[in-house]
């Protein structure tokens, strides 16, 4: 089984366990290379990953149950144009199944929550933030496109009351103009005006 993860290193010179560990378990077929690659039995303590994505089995990750790939580390992102919950998290995705995730950890770097930033992502490899605007650029790779994510909350207003209909365009497609008709649910002292 293959593995994707993500290590939270405080200082420089951390151990993640690479190669001999793969997410969080050891990884069984270095030790047996030829020539021997050994080592594995006295490489020390490990820093074990903060999240670790099974290739196979979404079960199998941990602590987010979720299928990962090819994980492209992004940055933290700082800036205010998302909410407050969402300042400091570090931004990451997965090539190849092309979601987008913020994670958030605490003040001892031990992971606490992950939440979809942006799904539908043809191979995200590249992260940068606009310094001007606080909005997240993402490379794609397969469509060779820049996308831009910014935060456009939606306003949930609930059911309106039935007080006016509007019908479809005629003609739809159109080259010009377009007309339609406003259906009002009773009168109005309201003048409208359309251009």
């Known amino acids: 089984q293959r593995w994707e993860e993500v290590s ?41 990953p903060a999240l670790a994505f099974s290739h196979i089995w979404a079960d199998s990750s941990a602590p987010v ?19 407050e919950a969402w300042r400091g998290r570090f931004v ?7 979601w987008i995730e913020a994670a958030r950890f ?23 933030i606009e310094p001007g605007t606080g909005w997240l650029y993402v490379a794609c790779i397969i469509d060779d496109t820049v996308r831009r ?3 456009a909350p939606v306003a949930d207003v609930g059911p309106a009351a039935p007080r006016l209909a509007l019908s479809p365009p005629s003609p739809n497609p159109a080259r010009g103009g377009t007309s339609f008709t406003l259906a009002l649910s009773g009168w109005t002292d309201n003048d409208w005006t359309g251009g």
């Open 92 to 98: 990451f995705g997965d090539f190849y199944r092309g």
């Open 8 to 48: 939270v290193a405080s200082a420089g010179g951390a151990n993640l366990g690479w190669p001999c560990r793969e997410g969080p378990r050891a990884t069984p077929f270095y030790p047996d290379l030829t020539p021997a690659f050994g080592g594995c039995e006295v490489m020390g303590a490990t820093v074990e």
């Open 106 to 128: 605490d003040a001892a770097d031990r992971f606490v929550a992950s939440d979809v930033l942006a799904t539908g992502m043809n191979g995200p490899v590249d992260y940068a």
């Open 149 to 151: 994510i910014r935060w």
């Open 65 to 83: 149950h979720q299928r990962g790939n090819a994980i492209s580390p992004g940055p933290f992102y700082t800036h205010t144009q998302f909410p």
